[in-house]
């Protein structure tokens, strides 16, 4: 435990951007650290002073999944701050999509999964036995790898979400689709042809088009996973520059394999790996003095 903490002073000390040329006694600290992880051990996380600040949408509060016998999230706790984007980063296998799917609880759908733990939205607990799944998805957007588009007209996919909730006036129809593909950078587009299928856009515009989905049910987060990784570098550029014009007007949850995407679009990153949080801060601070060696390498392309 001494030499462990000897480790942990030493590497905030020397930490990256403190202008000292890190010993090889906290390289090897790191690695240490690394490969307690990998014996499964708990490994305390570090949560920069600025995250814990923010006012948060979501609070992950020693959050742990199973599936099965296998423990695939150990010990999560995080918020996530209101009206920021919020990047979820780490190596593949990691437990970044696990956690994302943990909060609108995608992961019932799996027989041997089992949690202890909770999560609160707003101060309501998500897995509280009273909660109305369905209800509580309404509260939420998600987005997917792969764009998932109903085979339905533009317009439609875009209201959807208001039709099952009855709503069936018109003019607020066309508000909340024209606000929406707005607000998703589609409108300019699209508008010309809603009536159209929206299984005949580009794959670039399908992903935008599930995001203006999203966003017209007012979620109080919006859940991206992976939502560039089918795409080519034009339509990720596009998806990438919405996910910008979002920040401040959503609170967004990011689940990314692209460090470069991260530090572009994200306000707060999380370094995960094995299922553990490792470091969490400002993505500024992650990028260029993370408070762990582990982080620095992982994010500099040095392991993962």
């Known amino acids: 435990m001494e030499s462990e903490q000897t480790t942990m002073e030493a590497t905030k000390k020397n930490g990256p951007g403190s202008g000292r040329t890190p010993d090889a006694g906290v390289e090897a600290g790191a690695a240490d650290r690394l490969l307690a992880v990998a014996a499964g051990r708990e490994v305390p996380s570090e949560v920069h002073e600025q995250v814990l600040r923010e006012r948060p949408v979501l609070e992950v509060d020693r959050f742990n999944l199973w599936y099965g016998a296998k423990q695939a999230l150990h010990n999560i706790t995080m918020p996530i701050p209101h009206n920021h984007v919020t990047a979820l980063v780490g190596p593949s296998g990691c437990g970044k999509s696990t956690l994302l799917r943990s909060v609108n609880r995608l992961n019932d759908l799996v027989p041997s999964a089992r949690t202890t733990g909770t999560m609160r939205l707003n101060g309501d607990s998500i897995y509280d036995p009273r909660v109305d799944v369905i209800e509580l998805r309404k509260r939420m957007g998600m987005v997917f790898q792969r764009p998932n588009p109903f085979p339905m007209s533009i317009y439609e996919n875009v209201v959807y979400a208001l039709r099952i909730d009855g709503e069936g006036n018109r003019g607020i129809l066309d508000e909340v689709c024209e606000m929406s593909l707005r607000g998703a950078a589609l409108w300019d587009e699209v508008k010309d042809r809603l009536k159209d299928s929206a299984l005949g856009l580009s794959g670039g515009q399908q992903q935008r088009l599930c995001i203006a989905r999203a966003i017209a049910a007012e979620p109080e987060v919006l859940l991206l996973d992976e939502p560039c ?36 679009t994200s306000d707060y990153t999380a370094f995960m790996y094995l299922g ?5 801060g400002p993505t500024t601070e992650i990028f260029t003095k993370p408070i ?12 993962g």
């Open 229 to 264: 990784s089918a795409l080519d570098p034009i339509a990720t550029g596009k998806v990438e520059d919405l996910i910008q014009e979002l920040r401040g007007r959503y609170s967004v949850l990011i689940v990314t394999h692209n460090m470069q995407q991260a530090s572009r």
């Open 276 to 280: 553990r949080l490792i470091e969490y």
């Open 292 to 303: 762990l060696r582990e982080t620095e390498a992982y994010v500099t392309g040095r392991f």
